[in-house]
């Protein structure tokens, strides 16, 4: 049984407003001060099929020489390249065929000089041959081959461990890997991979108001916009979404689901100082509330703290204030704990302001801009409810707090979304 939720006067900031609000810099600080704490999430191995994009745990050392043969990298004819000395298409010199060498069989015999065998490419180089001789140096003679060049020793001929060599550091502990690092650990016969575990984040969509995600809109319900915008935030930037549900302004509802196993707690709305935002509340209560509004905009209602080994961040309710304190708080934690860089995951450019961009001094802005080419247009309508300024923008600026904006003509770093 749970006793009554009387919030104390003095405890409770709600319909109080923010007595002060934290800084950027602050929140971001906070977050950097935890992050040790959190960082020890155990390797897993994972299967290459499914490893692209995870953090290796380890150094990978190649066991094995790639190649571990000497093998051909042209279709033609093995051969000793010093029989080949002087040939020209002028002056032709004739081998004759012994054979032939497919990749992966050896040929059984020696080549002797003034022979040839004929060879693919990736076929394992005959003993006594020390070169190939491409196809388009030759001619058939019946029995012989005709070179009409010639080959030194080595000549398209790839040398064992030239691609790898073993007991060679093929990949480092900490790289993401790409889909190219799955072929070379493929080739080092390696299967699978030590990788860090994704950071579990548990997403919990609180409001009376709304509607499962994709739902029709219907008479004053709203569907949530928050939910499949931070499951994909959270996949993006390497986490692992634990489940995402959505729950009621209710306080035990809240507090329960605050208790959920993850590593990080997303909760989108409720996180103000309204008579329904009880999220900042139970944090404080079970754990600890350690930011609560911060000087920005939007997302000024945004919070975050620590609840027995969790990192939790309250989210605003408005789409583009969810999505403003996703990116410049529970991202970089997320990110963070997958052993991803904590920097921002949008590329950058620079452009010039076609229009003046105001903010006020004391906050930091998050204001959605259109690029065409160099120029740079914050967009007119950008309040925190229409998220469809962030769709029509292709990227935003962020105006430091000391500054009151750019005039015109000024250049700006612009986050591209895309
Ligand atoms: P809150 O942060 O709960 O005070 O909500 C602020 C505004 O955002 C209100 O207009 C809510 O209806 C709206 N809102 C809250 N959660 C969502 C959501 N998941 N999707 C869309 N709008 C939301
Ligand atoms: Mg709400």
New binding site residues.
Partial sequence: MSAPEIPSPNADVRMRGFAQRATVEAATAWIDSVLPAFSALPATQVALSVASGCILATDIISPVNVPGFSRSMMDGFAVRGEDTYGATAYNPLSLRIRGTCLPGKSFPGTLVTGEALRIMTGAPLPAGADAVLPVEQTELDGLQVLARGEVSTGKHVAQVGEDIRADECVLRAGRQLRPQDLGVLSSIGVSQVSVIRPPRVRIL???N??LPAGTPPDGFR??????PMLSALVMRDGGEVAASDMILDDPQSIREALLSPAEIILV?????V?V??HAPRLLAEEGELAIHGIAMRPSS?AGMGRLSGRLVFLL????V??LCAYDFFAGRAIRALAGRSTAWPYRQIRGTLVRKLVSTVGRVDYARVQVRGDDVEPLAISGA?ILSSTTRADGFVIVPADSEGYPPGAEVNVFLYG
């Fill in positions: 969509i609180t409001g108001e709304l709203i569907a949530d916009a928050n939910g989108s709305g409720g996180s103000s309204g329904e935002d209602p605003p309710g408005n789409p204030s969810c409810s």
